[in-house]
Each structure stands twice: as C-alpha cells, then as structure tokens.
C-alpha cells in the first residue's frame, strides 16, 4: 500500500538548490562575472513590496548582485520603456524582472516584450514563449519550472502518467502543461468553463491546481494516491495564506501534496536565481 499524505517540501527543495547555486555564482565570480538582477517595482503594491523582498533576500543569499530600481505610480510608458532600454545594453545586468501587477495605465504586454529575450529571468517574452512551445532552449517561467524541480527531486515518476492542469493562465497553467508534455506525460487542460471538473482530475495520477480560488479542489476531486501540487496563493476567511487545494481534506487520499505556504512559493524565487545565473554563464562564454 502507498504511504499517503507525504508533504512535498518547497522551503527544503529550494534551500538545496540555493546551495548548489551559490556555488555556481562563486565559481562565475572567480572567473570575473558577478551574476546581476535588476528588478522593476513600479509604485506601493504591498504584496508586490513582499515578493521582492524576497527576491532580494535570495540574491544575496547566493551572491548574486541586485538592484531594485523603484518608481513612481504615475511614470508613464515611454519612461519606463526607456529605463529597460538602458538595462538591454548594461552588460553587468543578467537579469531584468518588472514586478506586475503594473499601473492600468501601462501595458504589461508591451513592456515584457521590451525586456531583452536574453535577460527575460521571467520566462514571460514572447520569443521565450514560443521557443517553450517548439522545444528549444529557453528560460523557463519560474513557477512552472519550480514545479517540474519539485516533482523531479521527489522522485516522482512523470514519463507516461497522466497529468492534469486546472487553470490556463500564460504564467502556469499553459508553460506547465507543456513541460509536463516535454517530460511524456499525457496531460489534460481543465479551466473556467470545463464541465464536468471532477470527473477530470479524479483521473489525474499528477494534479496541479493554479486558478486562484481558495479550495476549489476538494477531497471528492481526488485520485487515491495521486500527486497533487497546490500553485493557489489565497486568504482564507481567517487572513491566513491558504491553496487552491483543500488540504487538510486533500492529504490523507494522496501520495504526495505540496503545503501552500511552503510548497510552489519558494521555487519561484529558487528558479528566478537559476535563470539569472545561466544568463550570467552564457555571457561568460
């Protein structure tokens, strides 16, 4: 019999893998390139102040340099155009990331597409996205990515399982639902207007929920023994951070199920880190 409910944890996976890239980054230093991340926070969002506090605690946990370039609300999109031109051309920046959500006034679309493919750490250029699709070297979206680690270093067998994705967006659902193909699992794609949810991901032996409604996967749209991965950031009717994924009625089903928080959230930044050092060792080719 499986050994149900065994936690996936992020906060440890992630830990690792900050390790072996400090090591990285020392060996790129002693060869004279110092990995760089700029990062774009345009006004006083306070979830997006969090998140890159984060970031920036990383960075310096691994020895990557970063500057955080802050800027007015009210900035408009040629000036904020301009200031990515000038970091395209800084070759002591590896890495550029605009923190979103952006002003209404300004256009994600046109000002990730500015970013050079390059130093898109994201993952969110279009060229990066097309060259996703196709299969050729890309950075990865980091989300995604994260989520392929933690299955990988958990050990858990993805070739031939049948893999099924609740949510479509450009950031997880869609890039998951390719790497998930890349690594030959046959992968069903469920959304807003699939009827009939259940009847979906009680098939899926690897379950990844990302739609951003607190448990909408419950213990009644579950596989025994099955693998669930909890991309939801949301607040319960307590304040608390909780998943998409019901989780205390979710864990005793499955084999495996990432905790929210403490699941995904860290290997978010852990592979942000990862995309910035390949954009530094590719420079220094």
């Known amino acids: 019999m499986v050994d149900r409910g065994k936690i996936i944890d992020g906060k440890a996976i992630a830990a690792q893998l900050r390790q072996e890239l400090k090591s990285e980054v ?3 230093r002693e060869k004279g390139t110092v990995p760089g991340l ?27 340099h970063s500057d955080l370039v802050r800027m007015s609300p009210e900035i408009t999109e040629d000036a904020l155009l301009d200031k990515i031109r000038q970091l395209n051309v800084d070759s002591s920046v590896h890495g550029i990331l605009v923190q979103l959500p952006l002003p209404d006034h300004i256009s994600p679309d046109r000002i990730l597409s500015e970013i050079d493919p390059d130093k898109d750490v994201d993952g969110f250029h279009p060229i990066n996205a097309g060259r996703l699709v196709t299969g050729l070297d890309a ?4 989300t995604p990515h994260g989520i392929l680690e933690l299955l990988k270093r958990t050990g858990i067998e993805i070739a031939g399982k049948h893999a099924v994705v609740v949510g479509r967006s450009n950031i997880v659902g869609k890039p998951i639902s390719i790497l998930l193909q890349r690594e030959n699992a046959t992968v069903t794609m469920c959304h807003s207007r699939t009827v ?11 379950l990844v929920a990302a739609v951003g409604k607190l448990h909408v996967i419950t213990a009644d749209h579950v596989k025994p023994d099955s693998v669930v991965i909890d991309v939801g950031m949301n607040r319960d009717e307590n304040g608390k951070l909780a998943g998409d994924v019901d989780f205390e009625g979710v864990r005793p089903i499955v084999s495996y199920i990432t905790p929210v928080p403490g699941g995904v959230g860290p290997m978010t930044i852990a592979m942000l880190l990862y995309n910035t050092c390949q954009s530094a060792k590719m420079k220094s080719r």
């Open 38 to 64: 700029t990062v774009i926070l345009v006004g006083n969002n306070q979830a997006s102040e969090t998140y890159v506090r984060g970031k920036i605690k990383a960075c310096a946990e691994v020895g990557i």
């Open 139 to 142: 950075f990865l979206p980091c």
């Open 26 to 28: 020392e060996s790129l």
């Open 196 to 206: 009939d949810l259940k009847s979906h991901t009680r098939q899926a032996d690897i």
